[in-house]
């Protein structure tokens, strides 16, 4: 699996335009296949940050994502407005937060959350 994380910045006055043409894609990007998440969020509006988090089940549906002619239009439109700040991490060993490998690890949560 890979992880698309990071921050897009823009001029703020144009963050809210630049976060409406990004999650205009959002339907159809999770319908792709290999598309496990794709999200998002304001960030700063007054930096001008979004955020974005997305996962794909591999190399190979990210690079038919990213050669979608949508994304290409969407790259022209704004390729001397924002700045891309992702990057990928590839994780397969995922498990749900609170799944430790470590039993102190739980149980240190766990000490934290008592009340006295």
Same mark, same amino acid.
């Given at each position: 699996?890979?992880?698309? !994380? %990071?921050?897009?910045? #823009?001029?703020?006055? @144009?963050?809210?335009? @630049?976060?409406?043409?990004? *999650? !205009?894609?959002? &339907?159809? /990007?999770?319908?792709?296949?290999? *598309?496990?998440?794709?999200? $998002?969020?304001?960030e700063? =509006? !007054?930096?001008?940050?979004? @955020?974005? $988090? +997305?996962?794909? =089940?591999?190399?190979?549906?990210l690079?038919?994502?990213? &050669?979608?002619?949508?994304?290409? +239009?969407?790259? &022209? =439109?704004?390729?001397?407005? $924002?700045?891309? =700040? #992702?990057?990928?991490?590839? %994780?397969? &060993? ?9 039993p102190?690890?739980?149980? @240190? ?5 008592? /009340?006295?």
């Open positions: 699996m890979l992880i698309v !994380a %990071g921050t897009i910045a #823009t001029d703020p006055d @144009l963050v809210d335009d @630049l976060l409406a043409d990004l *999650c !205009a894609g959002i &339907a159809s /990007s999770l319908a792709e296949e290999g *598309c496990e998440a794709y999200h $998002f969020a304001m700063d =509006r !007054a930096a001008g940050h979004v @955020l974005t $988090f +997305q996962a794909w =089940r591999d190399e190979r549906a690079a038919l994502h990213l &050669a979608r002619p949508e994304l290409g +239009q969407l790259v &022209a =439109r704004w390729q001397d407005r $924002f700045d891309v =700040r #992702t990057r990928i991490y590839e %994780g397969d &060993a995922v498990r749900p937060v609170g799944e430790w490998r470590d102190s690890n739980r149980r @240190l949560v766990e000490y934290s959350r008592k /009340s006295d």
